[in-house]
């Protein structure tokens, strides 16, 4: 079987620490700075603005995305950094992409745009944001995808779509990486999310627990469709990362990661339980990180 590198990336999901408000900035650069230093490959906070309900009330903390993004650029040199993913309906496209574009530049080339058709409509009711049907939202994000890849080239034209009119598409400063920051699309949506990663994007996102091997067959199917490439796409997996307190899951681990492998997956990115603690972090980086490059 031909080798492939399997990284691990980190998903911050949960600023329910000890010491409270006053402490997460502090706590946040410990963990993300350690997950720089043990070679995780990116780091991703949730486009949320209320914690999500499978990791607790809506009451606990939870921090918006670029302004966190853009403090973790200040912090770290190497780790890539995203939204994982993006609400497309929380912010207009145009925006979007100047945001991306400034974090880009911020972080010496690491932003990535992490994207997706957006789920909660109980925090956009609650906090007053645009939520339109899921069928308007999957149009709004290939709109939005479209304006973001203008926005990144030299074409500063009007863009002229069904939800969004932009006078003139100008960006400046550019992204400093050409031709533009990578897209990840998130969702396993086998008609509409799966065919808009074949159309724009440079990587997709499986959730470990679905039938990720027949999900990767329709996406084949759609790159077919849209003549691309299908392994110009990078095949991303979000999954726990448990190493256990100890390291008594590490073997369990490497097991369920050589599995992603096998299928052509070349990141696992999730959340690893007790982060905050940061010695499950040192045991993914002496006994997981290098092995996962290694399968």
Known sequence: MEEVLMEIGLHVANFTWPGGPGAIAEQLTRVVTTAEDIGMAR??????VWQIGPLGPPEEPMLEAYTTLGY??????????LAWVTAVSYRDPGLLAKIISTLDVLSNGRAWLGIGAAWNGEESDGLGLFFPSTAERFERLEETLRICLQMWSDDDAPFEGRHYQLGRTLNSPQPLRRPHPPILIGGGGEKKTLRLVAQYAQAC?????DDIERKLDVLRQHCADVGRDYDEIEKTVMVGIDPGKDGENVDQLLEQLRGFAALGFTEAHGWVPGVEAITPLEILGERVVPEAARF
């Open 43 to 48: 780091v991703s906070v949730m486009d949320h």
């Open 72 to 81: 973790l650029a200040a912090r770290t040199s190497r780790v890539e950094l």
């Open 205 to 209: 996102n499986l959730f470990g627990g």
